[in-house]
C-alpha cells in the first residue's frame, strides 16, 4: 500500500512540475509547518476537549486533512532520500523497545533518561 501512495505522490508532484521546489530543506520545513497547524487545531484545550474535538465532523476533517499533509510530506521526502519509511519505522521501533522497557516503562510518561538516572542511584545505593 505504501508504495501505490508513494507513486501517487510522485505523480502528483511531477505533473504540476513541482520537483524543482521538493528538496530535502523545504521538504522537512513542510514538515514542520503542517505538524503545527495540527497542533493549532488543540492549542489551549484540555485533554478531555481535545478528545470532544474530534467528534466534530466538521472539525475532524480539517484534522484529517493536517495529517494527510504531514503524511504526503513524509512520504515525498522519503521519495526524495530513497528511504524506505516502513524499514525505518521498524528500525525505530525496536531502538525504542530498548529505550523503554516494558517492564520499567509500562503505565508511565518519563522520558527513556529519568529510568537511566534511576538505574545508576539504584546501583549506587
Same mark, same amino acid.
Given at each position: 500500500m505504501?508504495?501505490?501512495?508513494?507513486?501517487?505522490?510522485?505523480?502528483?508532484?511531477?505533473? %504540476?512540475?513541482?520537483?524543482?521546489?521538493?528538496?530535502?530543506?523545504?521538504?522537512?520545513?513542510?514538515?514542520?509547518?503542517?505538524?503545527?497547524?495540527?497542533?493549532?487545531?488543540?492549542?489551549?484545550?484540555?485533554?478531555?476537549?481535545?478528545?470532544?474535538?474530534?467528534?466534530?465532523? %466538521?472539525?475532524?476533517?480539517?484534522?484529517?486533512?493536517?495529517?494527510?499533509?504531514?503524511a504526503?510530506?513524509?512520504?515525498?521526502?522519503?521519495?526524495l532520500?530513497?528511504?524506505?519509511?516502513?524499514?525505518?519505522?521498524?528500525?525505530?521501533?525496536?531502538?525504542?523497545? %530498548?529505550?523503554?522497557?516494558?517492564?520499567?516503562?509500562?503505565?508511565?510518561?518519563?522520558?527513556?533518561?529519568?529510568? %537511566?538516572?534511576?538505574?545508576?542511584?539504584?546501583?549506587?545505593?
Open positions: 505504501t508504495s501505490e501512495i508513494r507513486d501517487k505522490i510522485r505523480a502528483f508532484i511531477k505533473a %504540476r512540475d513541482w520537483e524543482k521546489f521538493h528538496s530535502p530543506k523545504n521538504i522537512s520545513m513542510s514538515i514542520a509547518i503542517e505538524a503545527a497547524e495540527l497542533m493549532e487545531h488543540f492549542q489551549w484545550l484540555t485533554i478531555e476537549q481535545s478528545k470532544e474535538l474530534l467528534a466534530n465532523k %466538521r472539525k475532524r476533517v480539517e484534522i484529517e486533512d493536517e495529517l494527510a499533509d504531514i504526503i510530506f513524509v512520504l515525498d521526502f522519503c521519495n532520500s530513497d528511504i524506505d519509511i516502513e524499514k525505518i519505522i521498524l528500525r525505530k521501533l525496536a531502538k525504542t523497545a %530498548r529505550k523503554y522497557p516494558v517492564r520499567l516503562v509500562k503505565g508511565k510518561a518519563h522520558k527513556y533518561t529519568y529510568y %537511566r538516572r534511576k538505574k545508576r542511584i539504584t546501583k549506587r545505593e
